[in-house]
């Protein structure tokens, strides 16, 4: 019997980037996390028999808001939810199982990379029928039913028994436990070349950072790939991943870092996050910016099976380097720039005009799912390997003496006072129109605006997607608010810089200049009172 539990909105239910993040204490206020969920069965049709797919990255709370979720799924009219069993599915899992499911859509409970614990975060984000991220026009429906949300539906149950594979019925709804890593590993194995893997001899070190990448990279890497017993490490899931940032980036995934800069260093490095959909990509003696990864890995696509026929098209977020277009134009395919958030390469994928997409911030993934895929990435990095039987190192000079190499970092600060980070962003925008002419030390601005998508398929707008001051010559800096953080506000200035041939200078003195121009146009430390980012990557 369905029961209709009276609630009031919560003010602060807005979706950001990706799916609703907030801090465990917030998600444990009465009726949260359960108006957030009703708001987004209210927002979505058709699920009456339809099947969900429920599951999370097995941090702090992952499983009470699993089980409230399935309960509120049966008093919504939803036939069959699958979970993975312990309440675990990595983000390109989930996205995986809905395809294969043909679900309605499915529940990704995950802060990703944030911090987890009872003092930390927590998230809840919709996919949708092709396994993406609910598009922007869905989030804004769920976020306007949070606003006038007065119940929630639930039945009377019993706790699922997440620990066991198979069905259950629970209010006339199938709960389906199921292994979270058979359905992915299986469609690994379509997409790249095991043998050619297994037989190359490679070593490598994986960091899962105590998060979810840890079952799947230990089947896949170590039981079906043949890497030796301890490739992975901290290969067990923990609620509070072992009170680390689930981030891989050379600040959190720091011993790795000092095991690949080592003498005695393995062929190959990488991390994932917190819930499986970012990257590390690190080679004896060398680390790989996201970007770069991104145009090496379309360079060298066609070197592994899945993608032997060619890509359709490569698309990037703008904060993104530059690299991929230009690998992009080598072969002859269109390369996108949309704003940041995997939702906007969604349509692209469908519609087959980009088979490979990427980001700055560690995602990489293909048109095998609708999410960034952490292992995806470091698989195709370990065929291409296999393949080319060269090192990373080799690998990446060969490109860059190829398309030219285009320097990038990017500066955090954290947890920065909104009002102060927003301030900043007003006075910004402000004063684009005047920017273009101006000169800062040796670089001149040539053009500044605010950067505005439109979707080629569906032909919605995207607006304030990010600030970006391009200097004659090629280089430019992008300024933007991060849409994840879960307390004060987060700048994020990306740097970037082109050199056609000289490629083998230090990232850091290359970007000087950007760096000290941001500031000057900017106004950084003025405005933030920071006097170096928290964070570069
Ligand atoms: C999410 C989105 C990504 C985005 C990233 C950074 O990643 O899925 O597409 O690039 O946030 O966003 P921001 O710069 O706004 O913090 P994840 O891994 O957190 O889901």
């Known amino acids: 019997m369905t029961i209709t539990v009276p609630s009031t909105p919560y003010p602060d239910q807005k ?62 009219g939803f036939g069959r939810v699958v979970v993975g069993r312990g309440g675990i599915l990595s983000t390109p899992a989930a996205s995986n199982m809905i395809r294969i499911r043909r679900a309605l859509g499915g529940l990704v409970l995950s802060a990703s990379h944030n911090p987890g614990g009872p003092d930390e975060d927590f998230g809840i984000k919709y996919n949708i029928a092709n396994g993406g991220p609910a598009p922007e026009k869905v989030t804004e429906a769920i976020h306007a039913r949070t606003l006038t949300i007065d119940r929630w539906l639930t039945v ?34 379509k997409l790249f070349d095991f043998d050619a893997i297994r ?43 072992g009170g680390h940032h689930p981030d891989p980036n050379l600040v959190h995934a720091h011993e790795l870092y000092k095991t690949m800069m080592a003498a005695d260093a393995p062929d190959f490095g990488a991390a994932s996050d917190g819930d499986g959909d970012r990257n590390l990509i690190i080679g004896r003696n060398i680390f790989i910016t996201p970007s770069d990864s991104l145009a090496m890995l379309a360079a060298n696509a066609h070197l592994a099976p899945g993608y032997r026929g060619g890509l359709k098209g490569i698309a990037r977020s703008m904060p993104t380097s530059a690299a991929a277009d230009r690998v992009a134009a080598a072969l ?84 920065v006072e909104s009002d102060r980070a927003d301030a900043l962003m007003t006075e910004l925008r402000s004063k684009l129109g005047n920017l273009p002419g101006r000169r800062f030390g040796d670089l001149t601005v040539e053009a500044a605006d605010d950067f505005a998508y439109e979707d080629p398929t569906d032909g919605s707008v995207s607006r304030n997607q990010g600030i970006r001051v ?18 004060g506000a987060t700048l994020r200035v990306y740097l970037e810089r082109y050199e056609a041939t000289a490629i083998d200078g230090d990232a850091t003195a290359m970007l000087a200049d950007i760096a000290a121009a941001a500031d000057a146009i900017a106004g950084i430390v003025r405005h933030t009172g920071r006097e170096r980012p928290d964070v570069v990557t």
């Open 199 to 241: 037989a190359a001899g490679l070593s490598m070190a994986f960091d899962a950072m105590s998060a979810v990448t840890g079952p799947y990279a230990t089947e896949i890497l170590e039981r079906q790939l043949g890497f030796a017993a301890g490739t992975v490490r901290n290969g067990t899931p923990l609620p509070d991943f």
């Open 332 to 415: 002859g395919i269109p390369s996108f720039e949309t704003p940041t958030g995997w939702k906007f390469f969604g349509n692209l994928l469908d519609a087959g005009l980009a088979t490979i997409c990427g980001e700055e911030s560690a995602g990489t993934g293909s048109d095998h799912v609708r999410e960034k895929d952490g292992l995806w990435a470091v698989l195709l990095w370990l065929n291409i390997l296999a393949v080319r039987g060269q090192s990373v190192e080799a690998i990446a000079r060969e490109h860059w003496a190829t398309y030219g190499r285009n320097y990038y970092a990017r500066h955090d600060y954290e947890g």
């Open 15 to 76: 979706p950001g980037t990706s799916g609703l993040r907030k801090k465990v204490r917030v998600f444990q206020q009465p009726n949260y996390a359960e108006n957030f969920i009703q708001s987004v069965f209210d927002a979505i049709e058709d699920k009456d028999g339809a099947t969900l797919v429920i599951g999370g990255d097995g941090r702090f709370l992952n499983r009470e808001v699993i089980q409230v979720a399935i309960r509120i799924a049966a008093a919504n």
């Open 156 to 189: 009377e149950a019993d706790d699922v028994d997440l620990d066991t594979d198979g069905e259950t019925m629970l209010a006339g709804m199938t709960v389906e436990v199921v292994d979270p890593v058979t359905d992915y590993a299986e469609l690994m194995r």
């Open 470 to 487: 391009l200097f004659v010559g090629g280089s430019r800096v992008v300024f933007r608010l991060s849409g994840t953080g879960t307390s």
